[in-house]
C-alpha cells in the first residue's frame, strides 16, 4: 500500500537553499580539525578513519544541494576529480546504493516533504512513521543509513534533524530528480559493459539501440521510457533543477540578445521572435521573459503532446505548440529558433535531420539558431559536461560535444554557418549562434 502523502499545498523551502553550501559556516572548524587528526595521522600512523571521515564531512558542508542531486544522479556513471573524489568511496559502491534506496524512498513517501515543514527541528522517527503510515522498523534502518552517510544528523535514538540538503530534497526540482534519473534509468550505466562488449566495444550512435534499451529490454527511448513508469513530470523539474544556479544565456552579461535579437527584428506583434523547440515545460522562455519582457514578436514553446499537456504555470503570453522536431518545423521565418539540451540526446545523423527541419523554416540573413549546450574543451572538461557525456553515452547512444564535433556537426553535416560561440564558463553551457550559410542551398 502506498504511504499517505503529506498535506498538499504546504511552501517548500525557498528554492535558494539548492545552491547555497550545506553549511559554509562548519567549514573553518572542519578545515582545523583535518588538519589535526593529518597531523596525528603522519606523527603516529593513527587516525586515519578520522581523517577520512572528517574530509567528507568537509565535502558534504561545502556542496550545493543542487550539486549533490546533479553528482547523485549523473556522476554515478562516471569519475569525479577532486574534491568530489573524497567521497567517492561512499558514492560508488554499496554504501552508495543504499543511500540512493533512502533518498527515492523519502522522495515517494512525501517523508522529506513532511521534515522539512518542521524545519531545524528534531524530529522522531516513530512519530514521522505514524504520520506516513510507514512500518516503524523500516524507516528507523533507512534514516540510520541516511545519518550514519552525513545526510541527516543523529540528534538521539531515533531522532534526527536535517541538513541544508535535506531540506533541498523536498523541492520537486532537486528530490523529484532522483526519481527520473536513478530509479528509471540506473540500469543503462550498471550494464554498459555488457551492452558495450556484445556490441564490439565501439562508440554507439544508433538512437535505436542504447544501452538503456538493453538493459530493460524495451525499445523504448529514455523520455517515452521515464514516462511509461509514471515518472515523466518527474524529468520535468529535473531540468528546471539542472538550470538552477547557473548564469541565464539571456543576461546581458553572457549574451547581447538586444544587439543579436532585438535590433533588427520584425516589429509585428505577431511575428515570431523565438521560438524554443524541445523547450520542455517552458521554463526557459519564462526566464526570458523575465529578463526581457518587452520584445518585439511572439515567444513559442514547442515540445511534444504529452509534455505541453504537463504545463501548469506558464506566462500566458508564450504561446505553446505541440510539435516533433523530427518532422517540418510550422514556425518560419522566426528572429530566433532557440535549442536547450535537445542536440545532445541525439546521434550524428538523428541531429543532422532535426538540424534540416530548423533549417528549412529560417531566413536567410534574418534568423539565428541559438544551440545552448556543452561545448567541452580538449583539455581539463569539467565533471558535470563529462558526467553529463557519460549519461548520453549510457542512456541514448548520444554525447557531448566538444568544438571540433560541434562544427563538425553544424557546418560541415548540417550546412549552417556558426557565427559566434558565447563561452559560459568553466563546467557551464555554452550558446552557439548558427545561421543559414549564404552559400548554401536550403
Ligand atoms: C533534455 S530535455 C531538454 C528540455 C529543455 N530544453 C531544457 O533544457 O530544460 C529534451 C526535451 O526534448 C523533448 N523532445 C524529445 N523528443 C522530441 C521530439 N521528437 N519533438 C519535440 N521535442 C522532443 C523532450 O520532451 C524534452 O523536453
Known amino acids: 500500500m502506498p504511504a499517505k502523502r503529506t498535506e498538499q499545498g504546504q511552501p517548500h523551502p525557498d528554492l535558494s537553499i539548492a545552491t547555497e553550501p550545506n553549511d559554509i559556516e562548519a567549514v573553518p572548524t572542519l578545515l582545523r580539525e583535518i588538519t589535526k587528526a593529518y597531523d596525528q595521522f603522519t606523527t603516529s600512523n593513527a587516525g586515519r578513519d578520522d581523517l577520512l571521515a572528517k574530509c567528507r564531512t568537509l565535502v558534504q558542508a561545502l556542496e550545493t544541494p543542487r550539486e549533490t542531486m546533479i553528482y547523485h544522479c549523473w556522476a554515478h556513471a562516471s569519475t569525479p576529480p577532486f574534491p568530489l573524489c573524497l567521497v567517492d568511496s561512499t558514492r560508488l ?11 527515492n524512498f523519502g522522495v515517494d513517501s512525501g517523508l522529506w516533504e513532511l521534515m522539512a515543514q518542521s524545519g531545524d527541528k528534531s524530529q522522531k522517527v516513530g512519530e514521522l512513521a505514524d504520520k506516513l503510515g510507514i512500518d516503524h522498523v523500516l524507516l528507523s534502518r533507512l534514516l540510520r543509513h541516511l545519518s550514519a552517510t552525513g545526510y541527516l544528523i543523529e540528534i538521539a535514538v531515533d531522532e534526527y534533524q536535517l541538513t541544508n540538503y535535506m531540506k533541498a530534497m523536498s523541492i520537486p526540482a532537486i528530490g523529484n530528480s532522483y526519481l527520473a534519473m536513478l530509479s528509471c534509468t540506473s540500469a543503462g550505466p550498471m550494464r554498459f559493459h555488457e551492452f558495450s562488449r556484445k556490441r564490439g566495444w565501439v562508440n554507439p550512435n544508433n538512437a535505436k539501440d542504447t544501452a538503456l534499451m538493453y538493459a530493460y529490454g524495451t525499445t523504448m527511448d529514455t523520455f517515452t521510457w521515464q514516462q511509461s513508469l509514471g515518472y515523466g ?7 528546471s533543477g539542472y538550470a538552477l544556479g547557473s548564469l541565464p544565456w539571456m543576461a546581458p ?37 523575465k529578463f526581457h519582457p518587452k520584445v518585439p514578436g511572439k515567444l513559442i514553446l514547442q515540445d511534444l503532446p504529452v509534455i505541453i499537456g504537463q504545463i501548469k504555470d506558464l506566462e500566458s503570453s508564450i504561446l505553446r505548440i505541440e510539435y516533433d522536431f523530427h518532422t517540418k518545423q510550422p514556425v518560419t521565418g522566426a528572429r530566433a529558433y532557440y535549442m536547450h539540451n535537445c542536440l ?13 527541419q530548423v533549417k528549412a523554416a529560417m531566413k536567410r540573413g534574418y534568423s539565428r539558431l541559438l544551440i545552448h549546450e556543452h561545448v567541452i574543451p580538449e583539455t581539463a572538461a569539467s565533471w558535470e559536461a563529462t558526467a553529463l557525456d557519460m549519461v548520453m553515452l549510457t542512456l541514448m547512444s548520444a554525447q557531448e560535444r566538444t568544438r571540433r564535433a560541434w562544427y563538425n556537426l553544424i ?3 548540417a550546412g549552417l554557418t556558426i557565427n559566434k560561440i558565447w563561452n559560459g564558463g568553466k563546467g557551464s553551457q555554452s550558446l552557439i549562434e548558427c545561421e543559414l550559410s549564404f552559400d548554401s542551398a536550403i
Open 93 to 103: 559502491t554499496g554504501r552508495q546504493t543504499g543511500v540512493m534506496a533512502g533518498l
Open 233 to 239: 513530470s518527474h524529468f520535468s523539474d529535473h531540468m
Open 253 to 289: 552579461s553572457f549574451y547581447s540578445v538586444k544587439e543579436r535579437l532585438i535590433d533588427g527584428a520584425d516589429t509585428d506583434p505577431d511575428a515570431p521572435f523565438l521560438v524554443d523547440i524541445g523547450g520542455n515545460v517552458g521554463h526557459d522562455l519564462e526566464l526570458f521573459h
Open 344 to 356: 545532445h540526446d541525439w546521434p550524428d545523423e538523428v541531429c543532422e535531420s532535426i538540424l534540416a
Open 411 to 413: 557546418e560541415t553535416r
